[in-house]
T-cell receptor, first 115, second 112 residues
Framework: AQSVTQLGSHVSVSEGALVLLRCNYS??????LFWYVQYPNQGLQLLLK??????LVKGINGFEAEFKKSETSFHLTKPSAHMSDAAEYFC?????????????FGTGTRLQVTL | DGGITQSPKYLFRKEGQNVTLSCEQN?????MYWYRQDPGQGLRLIYY???????QKGDIAEGYSVSREKKESFPLTVTSAQKNPTAFYLC???????????FGPGTRLTVL
């Protein structure tokens, strides 16, 4: 079984400030981890993913995330927020070794960026 | 352009009616998925299909049905047995050799 916990359903930051969105996972096998972004009334777009190898993963739009096995975490960061980053962000996990690659999603974090 | 299309964008139905949501992909992806999104609950898997003419139930399949007669199409029917069908429905697809799912733009279903 696998699960994802996203701490904070709403996060507000000032433009130019650090963005930190938290994600913790539970998985019985080594996980694949993903961050997706969703703008209002749109589908999901992949920001970045961790499968194997380097634990610091860089994605699109200046975002990055670090896989920390000891903390079962995969927090998303961006050094300097931009107004266009305002959206909802979802962390997801899938199990390695499976053929279906089913994703289990967290409940999402809505990021607000203020002037 | 390659991608996933979902139609219509908005759909209104009366309670007790079945309704079918369309999902088409021209990415030549093997697997396709249907998710339901409700405010504050993230996305939940309804059904998925890894190959043509085969599909499996996800976590919340009750009240839904699917078919996979063609590789590029995976329609979802919301039946009258679904107790609370009003939601945002997202379709996704994946190449067999990859673990990344690509999402369509979604259909917002409102049952009146």
């Amino acid at each position: 079984a696998q699960s994802v916990t996203q701490l904070g359903s709403h996060v507000s930051v000032s433009e130019g400030a650090l963005v930190l969105l938290r994600c913790n996972y539970s998985s019985s096998v080594p996980p694949y981890l993903f961050w997706y972004v969703q703008y209002p009334n749109q589908g999901l777009q992949l920001l970045l993913k961790y499968t194997t190898g380097a634990t610091l993963v860089k994605g699109i739009n200046g975002f990055e995330a670090e896989f920390k096995k000891s903390e079962t975490s995969f927090h998303l960061t961006k050094p300097s927020a931009h107004m266009s980053d305002a959206a909802e962000y979802f962390c997801a996990v899938s199990m390695t070794g499976g053929t279906a690659s089913k994703l289990t999603f967290g409940t999402g974090t809505r990021l607000q960026v203020t002037l | 352009d390659g991608g996933i299309t979902q139609s219509p964008k908005y759909l209104f139905r009366k309670e007790g009616q079945n309704v079918t949501l369309s999902c088409e992909q021209n990415l030549n992806h093997d697997a396709m998925y249907w998710y339901r999104q409700d405010p504050g609950q993230g996305l939940r898997l309804i059904y998925y299909s890894q190959i043509v003419n085969d599909f499996q139930k996800g976590d919340i399949a009750e009240g839904y049905s699917v078919s996979r007669e063609k590789k590029e199409s995976f329609p979802l029917t919301v039946t009258s047995a679904q107790k609370n069908p009003t939601a945002f429905y997202l379709c996704a697809s994946r190449l067999a050799a990859s673990n990344e799912q690509f999402f369509g733009p979604g259909t917002r279903l409102t049952v009146l």
